[in-house]
């Protein structure tokens, strides 16, 4: 069977051939997952955007559905890859494949699902998979477009107060005025200030003098 009649699982699923082990290696395995310990899911920016607007689309990836595959078989169709991720993953919208000046296919191929849940999925089960036994390998990125993104996440609308509600803030701020100004203040206690005593007469003076003596001869 030639290399044009096999299909993409076949190439992708084909096993290495028997040779010499080698002692701490391990095979890499198909359809591990990029989001491991040892892998980062790969994630592009479209390159119209700048540093800034592609920073903030990293921290939210959600509405990402396009996935670029290169290191296909050159000697793939367009129907084949189609036909690959629809029975491996699923939901797949469309598949544009990319020629060069000849005509020839580079062996790159833009995978549009409809949705990201499975553009996602495809990153991290086929990004480095081996092909023809480990020969080479898959890279796939997801793409993210930040002009994509829904315009219901990117506009915050402003807080509408209820009818009326500036006029009863205004009623309930006159009421707490109204009610500190009605509130009687403490009475101090008034200090109590001793009687004057009335300067004395002569006579009262003579009679106490008098008084005094009549003491002092007793």
Do not use: C
């Not at 995978?111 to 991290?124: P, Y």
């Not at 930040?146 to 506009?155: G, M």
């Amino acid at each position: 069977m030639s290399a044009l009649d096999k299909s993409l699982d076949d190439i992708i699923s084909s096993t290495k051939k028997p040779g010499r082990k080698t002692k701490g290696t391990k095979p890499n395995k198909v359809g591990k997952k990029v989001g491991s310990a040892n892998k980062k899911p790969i994630v592009s920016f479209k390159k119209s955007t700048n540093a800034a607007t592609a920073a903030k689309a990293a921290i939210d990836v959600s509405y990402a559905t396009k996935v670029v595959v290169s290191g296909l078989p050159k000697d793939l169709k367009q129907d084949n890859i189609k036909d690959f991720f629809q029975s491996q993953v699923g939901g797949v919208h469309t598949v544009a494949l990319t020629y060069n000046e000849k005509g020839q296919f580079r062996g790159i191929a833009t995978v549009i699902f409809k949705s990201n849940k499975s553009a996602v999925l495809a990153t991290e089960k086929y990004n480095g998979a081996p092909i023809d036994g480990g020969s080479s390998k898959l890279k796939l990125e997801l793409i993210i477009d930040p002009s994509k993104k829904p315009l219901v996440s990117r506009i915050a609308a402003n807080k509408i107060e209820k009818p009326g509600a500036k006029a009863t803030k205004a009623k309930v701020a006159a009421v707490v005025a109204k009610t500190k100004k009605a509130q009687p203040k403490a009475k101090q206690p008034k200090k109590k200030v001793a009687a004057k005593k009335g300067k004395k007469t002569v006579e009262e003076l003579d009679q106490e003098m008098a008084d005094y003596m009549d003491q002092s001869a007793n």
